[in-house]
């Protein structure tokens, strides 16, 4: 007998009747819970509970033309005993009995689970299930209330009205006075460019105005009378395909300081504007508006603008009071607020009652717990944008906006709307990962400190990958982020290199294959790891056999702003000169689908697998490997995961430019070696020479 607390639809009623009375050997083999998205919304809008279930899992996990499509079913599938599975969460719960069902979403399973004893069970998404977050959870006996869940008039409530507005604005400044009052470390973090009494604001600002008082929104040019205390909000958004909108050049300077053109704006910065109101802050900053914008290419007041401004995003970015950040939209004209459909959850959890034969009455609670922090800010389209990067981790306090709930972030706390309290200060670190512990190390060293600068290779790993607009821009979207490593650790920063460190920083190795697009950037020096814009990885040095005679480096502005127009590296050490492919038997792979850049050497008599590779910064492998090349060794480093167990020698892959200073020749960087064999010690000399 099955009885169920609350609404469901006939077609999951008849299931979990026979679902809750079956043994994992018996239960129904499949329910389809609809033919499409579209279905099983209308299902879930008509208040079933298993249909919501499933409405939220595949708002998270399906991508909007599956949502569109009406060709992919939504169907609950019940499997036996599945012992792959069951070692997997034995990991987590030792007492898991066995696998009772699962969700069939496209291609990505959710998990009923049953636990031994009818203790509890668990709703899970996706093939890893030791990894995965559990958006929602079945309970035996009488379900305990969750504080933090929403209800259905919450979500339902639009966030354009006048509440919903009110609804975030007051988490929003709870958040912000706990962080101001009790985050010493959010507090400190303010001053990592510079001491309080250098506070640096931004040259331009919003004034949003005051819709009531007929004030309408304008550009404010700040000056001394502003004062270091002035309070602002600062923007992060994606500007996306649409860049048609009003901007801020040299010419309507005038009239953007009367009044902002409100009607052509994009929604994203009307949406931070009438926040800003909301929130009692009188000033914003937005890139678009308040940085001269270029009219053409030749337009010098944008460049001189955008060389004295773009030294400073850090300082703006850093010093805002809180930055809004459109986490959920791709584009400037999708707004700040979206819908959250994901949060159409009852109030109350559903509570099924199992009758058995012997009249014991089991209760099953099924409830929606919120969106998940991590899954929610993971693959964003906003943080799929490069500036974004440096945006997130040089403000202090984000307030993010998603497609599922507004989020909360500072150094000390991760929270959402529906769990105001959040995860904080150590749970924040763990999660945080190899970007957290990079910037956790930059906030807090004093001096030089080489710790930093092992954080900061392992960070360009990652960022070195990521795509970009502009590919001029790789430098210049880490400014802010070198200017602060620059007070912390004391040293010049060289294109990408720190000049204590540059034998090191010279170790990279593109490591994924090149597209038929690829571009470099030659206004950059090819000894840096920008040049390539391809992810890169950094071996590991541990000796030295070059040195840096001397450097130079030409900015279009301050050092660490990335705008680098010309730059050298004067190096003596070790030179080796051979053909790649006939004298150490490099070759490049003619399977792969793309122009690889790994060029690799046959096995060697003693069962070692490609003891020597080359890692190319170039398309043309095949071509470079017919050919001489002067190599220049760096040292000795420590082995790749592919090489483990022996020590590389590393050297660099040079090829002459034709240009000579005085006595020194001019190279460019072309590749990297890396080899668990010595490099022919018969045919080293010693030079010293110019690196462009």
Not at 148 to 172: M, P
Not at 496 to 523: A, R, Y
């Amino acid at each position: 007998m099955f009885y169920a607390s609350g609404p469901i639809c006939s077609t999951c009623q008849s299931f979990l009747s026979a679902y809750l009375q079956a043994t994992i050997y018996d239960a129904p083999s499949e329910h389809l819970l609809a033919p499409n998205f579209s279905s099983l919304n209308s299902s879930a809008n008509s208040g079933c509970y298993l249909c919501q279930i499933a409405r939220q899992y595949c708002l998270y996990q399906w991508s909007n033309a599956l949502l569109l499509s009406d060709e992919h079913r939504v169907i609950l599938e019940v499997s036996n005993f599945h012992q792959d599975f069951l070692r997997q969460m034995s990991k987590i719960r030792p007492k898991v009995y066995s696998e009772v069902a699962h969700v069939t979403a496209y291609s990505k399973p959710m998990m009923l689970v049953g636990l031994e004893n009818n203790s509890r069970a668990h709703l899970l998404l996706g093939r890893e299930y030791s990894r995965l977050p559990l958006p929602g959870a079945f309970e035996m006996g009488s379900p305990e209330p969750i504080s933090h869940l929403l209800s259905t008039e919450h979500a339902e409530q639009s966030i354009y009205s006048d509440q919903g507005i009110a609804a975030i604005v007051e988490h929003a400044k709870n958040w912000l006075d706990i962080c101001c009052k009790d985050h010493d470390t959010c507090a400190n973090f303010t001053a990592i460019g510079g001491h309080e009494s250098e506070k640096i604001i931004p040259t331009r600002l919003i004034d949003v105005g005051n819709d009531e008082k007929g004030q309408p929104a304008r550009l404010h040019i700040t000056s001394e009378n502003d004062g270091n205390g002035i309070e602002y909000l600062t923007l992060s958004y994606a500007w996306g395909p649409v860049t048609d909108f009003p901007k801020t050049t040299k010419s309507n300077l005038q009239d953007m300081m009367g009044m902002l053109p409100w009607p052509k704006l994009p929604r994203t910065i009307q949406d931070a504007i009438i926040f800003t109101r909301a929130m009692g802050i009188k000033y914003l900053w937005v890139d678009a508006l308040c940085i001269l914008q270029a009219k053409g290419p030749r337009d010098k007041a944008h460049k001189e603008d955008w060389r004295h401004e773009a030294a400073r995003f850090g300082h703006y970015y850093r010093n805002s009071v809180l930055t809004l950040a459109a986490t959920g939209a791709s584009s400037s004209d999708q707004g700040l607020f979206l819908p959250r459909p994901g949060l159409l959850v009852p109030k109350e959890p559903l509570v099924y009652q199992e009758i058995s034969s012997d009249g014991n009455v089991n209760e099953v609670a099924v409830r929606l717990t919120a969106p998940e922090w991590n899954k929610e800010i993971e693959y964003s389209p906003l943080l799929q944008r490069v500036w974004a990067t440096q945006e997130r981790y040089l403000s202090t306090r984000i307030l993010h906006f998603t497609p599922h709930c507004v989020l909360w972030e500072c150094h000390r706390l991760r929270a959402t709307e529906a769990d105001p309290s959040g995860l904080h200060t150590e749970k924040v670190m763990r999660v945080w990962g190899r970007d957290h512990k990079f910037i956790s190390t930059l906030r807090y060293i004093q001096g030089d400190d080489s710790n930093i600068q092992a954080s900061w290779r392992s960070f360009i790993e990652g960022y070195a990958g990521t795509l970009f607009s502009y590919p001029s821009d790789r430098l210049s979207a880490l400014s802010g982020i070198a200017e602060s490593m620059k007070h912390r650790i004391g040293e010049n920063y060289i294109a990408g290199l720190w000049e204590n460190s540059i034998p090191q920083d010279l170790c990279w190795m593109v490591t994924e294959p090149f597209s038929q697009s690829f571009q470099k950037v030659h206004t950059l020096p090819s000894w840096s790891w920008a040049t390539v814009g391809k992810r890169v990885t950094f071996l590991p040095l541990i000796d030295s056999e070059i040195q840096v005679k001397s450097w130079k480096l030409k900015n279009n502005g301050a050092d660490t702003s990335g705008q680098v127009s010309g730059a050298k590296l004067r190096l003596h050490g070790s030179f080796i000169e051979f053909n790649l492919a006939t004298d150490i038997g490099l070759r490049a792979n003619p399977d792969h689908d793309v122009i690889d850049n790994v060029l690799k050497a046959d096995s060697s008599t003693d069962g070692l697998r490609d003891p020597t590779r080359a890692y190319l910064d170039t398309t043309v492998a095949r071509d470079i490997s017919l050919q001489n090349h002067p190599c220049l060794l760096i040292g000795d480093g420590t082995h790749t995961p592919e090489q483990s167990g022996y020590p590389s020698e590393c050297a660099l892959i040079l090829e002459a430019t034709g240009k000579r200073r005085g006595q020194f020749e001019e190279f460019r960087r072309i590749g990297f070696i890396e080899s668990i064999t010595r490099l022919n010690p018969l045919a080293i000399t010693e030079r010293t020479i110019d690196l462009e």
